[in-house]
């Protein structure tokens, strides 16, 4: 549970940079994080749980992107045009270079955007608390990611803190997860390479 509020937070994480390279390198981190938080759930038998875990550390950086780039057309009114403000101030690529060498203005506006960060997850968490709006901008949970099953089997493949395992999702009710004793790094790495060569062409 807490590498997963990890993973869910670094998108918070990011907002407190004020260059972009610097808010990519935050999000970067979630995918290990999430990496370590899908082992552990695997581990305690909670392969659903480490399938979404998976996915949300995946998908960090666009959530993060699509947050500010979203046009909130779920929401009501009020609240979307409140969300769409404080979204394109943030998206603004405020440059810590902009500002020189005054720490000054650096410091000023580092608060500004504290600021303007907790009160575009507060109008979020406004928004989730309507009906019929609970998950709104949050990660798919694993009874959607499931879908991906229709058409047959789908195997993840995990290797942290010296542990192999593959996840498969056989359908919604369906999900297992195998230690794999043969599987190295190395071949990972040679299977990633060849399906990857496989899908581009």
């Known amino acids: 549970d807490v590498y997963t509020t990890v993973v869910r937070l670094m998108p918070r994480v990011a907002f407190l940079s004020l260059d972009l390279p610097s808010q990519l390198d935050a999000l970067r981190f979630g995918d290990d994080v999430a990496a370590v938080a899908a082992s552990h759930a695997i581990a305690i038998s909670e392969s659903e749980k480490a399938v979404e875990v998976l996915e949300q550390g995946r998908a960090v950086f666009w959530a993060h992107s699509l947050r500010l780039r979203s046009q909130f057309d779920s929401a009501p009114d009020d609240l979307r045009r409140r969300l769409l403000n404080v979204s394109q101030s943030l998206a603004r690529n405020n440059s810590s270079e ?7 203005l650096i410091e000023h506006a580092l608060a500004q955007r504290r600021r303007q960060a907790e009160e575009f997850y507060t109008l979020i968490n406004e928004i989730r608390e309507l009906p019929g709006l609970e998950r709104f901008m949050l990660h798919n949970e694993f009874s959607t990611l499931a879908r991906t099953a229709a058409s047959g089997p789908v195997a993840i493949f995990l290797h942290r803190c010296f542990s192999y395992h593959a996840v498969i999702i056989i359908d919604k009710d369906n999900v297992a ?25």
């Open 177 to 201: 997860s195998l230690h794999l004793s043969l599987i190295d790094a190395d071949w990972l790495t040679s299977a990633r390479d060849i399906w990857s060569s496989a899908a581009a062409e």
């Open 98 to 104: 902009a500002f020189g060498s005054s720490k000054l």
